[in-house]
């Protein structure tokens, strides 16, 4: 199936992805988080840019869009601060293919993204993957330390199955399942199992529409509450018209446009919900770094 100029498909034809990872037949070790209430405590939120992309096909983004509108698209991040912990939603990339593959402009490493926030790598206690594709987790090599919280579904399909014959491995870098799977074994994996999980406190995990095997998106709890879609909802184009993203398969869209409509729900407000590529969130907030908004208020540092 043709997927179009989405994310996870270069806007040019290139050769077979390469071959399939050695370690991927190990999927049981990773320790499924607890499905328990568990004490709030409100988190500062920042979006930090690490990149740009110039001219993307909309149509990429938005299934329905005309033919030939393009737009410029940000590559970002989201740091979530409160006493006890700095959680990252997505980590962006660092590997040079990418770069190439999608012409990435303005491109800072996401390690030296983040310390204009004044937080180092080793700092992150946690690092919450929205989704396996390239520009979402390819950056969890760089955060060493933190503790890495997945959908287990979405682990258990690309430590696997994507791979086999008719899987589905588009925009998956075959080296950060290897990372990944290395972090598992050495106990730094948590799986999700499932939707509306309060796998933090605070921070409630739910299952978009399939834009991959089983994406989320991050509903953050606190007055107010505010949704972090990450793919699930690329603009605010999106969100306001709604409509729905590009994903792997057409029959997924209506999934997606309830998933819409429950974001929408969570946060109460349009303006709570964060699309995961849309430039105008570092023009509606303030800016608290050459890279970095603050969508809540915040501290000094």
Not at 100 to 105: G, I, K, P, Q
Not at 221 to 229: E, F, I, K, M, S
Not at 243 to 259: K, V, Y
Request: a negative charge.
């Amino acid at each position: 199936m043709n997927e179009g100029h989405t994310l996870a498909t270069p806007r040019r034809r290139r050769g077979r992805q390469r071959g399939t990872p050695c370690l991927l037949a190990i999927l049981s070790v990773a320790i499924p988080t607890p499905a328990i209430p568990l004490a709030a405590q409100d988190y500062e939120i920042s979006a930090i840019r690490y990149g740009e992309i110039s001219g993307f096909p909309l149509k990429g983004l938005l299934p329905d869009a005309p033919e030939g509108e393009a737009i410029d698209i940000a590559l970002v991040f989201w740091l979530l601060e409160n006493d006890e912990r700095k959680v990252l939603f997505d980590t962006g990339f660092f590997r040079d293919a990418w770069l190439e593959r999608f012409d990435v402009s303005d491109f800072l490493r996401p390690d030296s993204a983040l310390a204009q926030t004044g937080i180092t790598p080793d700092e992150v206690t946690d690092v919450v993957v929205s989704h396996a594709h390239w520009d979402h987790m390819g950056g969890i090599e760089l955060f060493p330390t933190a503790t890495l919280w997945i959908q287990a579904d979405e682990y258990a399909y690309y430590t696997g199955p994507a791979w086999q014959e008719g899987g589905r491995s588009g925009g998956i870098d075959p080296d950060d399942v290897l990372h990944l799977v290395r972090r598992n074994l050495l106990g730094e994996v948590r799986l999700i199992e499932g939707d509306g999980v309060e796998f933090l406190p605070g921070l409630v995990a739910h299952t978009g529409a399939r834009h991959t095997r089983s994406s989320q998106f991050l509903e953050v709890r606190g007055d107010p509450t505010w949704v972090l879609a990450s793919d699930n909802a690329y603009l605010y184009r999106g969100l306001r018209e709604r409509r729905a993203s590009a994903t792997f398969l057409p029959s997924d869209r209506e999934g997606n446009l309830r998933a819409l409509d429950r974001m929408l729900a969570l946060a109460g407000d349009t303006l709570r919900v964060v699309p995961g590529h849309d430039v105008l969130q570092f023009e509606r907030f303030p800016a608290s770094g050459p890279r970095v908004v603050r969508l809540t208020g915040g501290r000094e540092r």
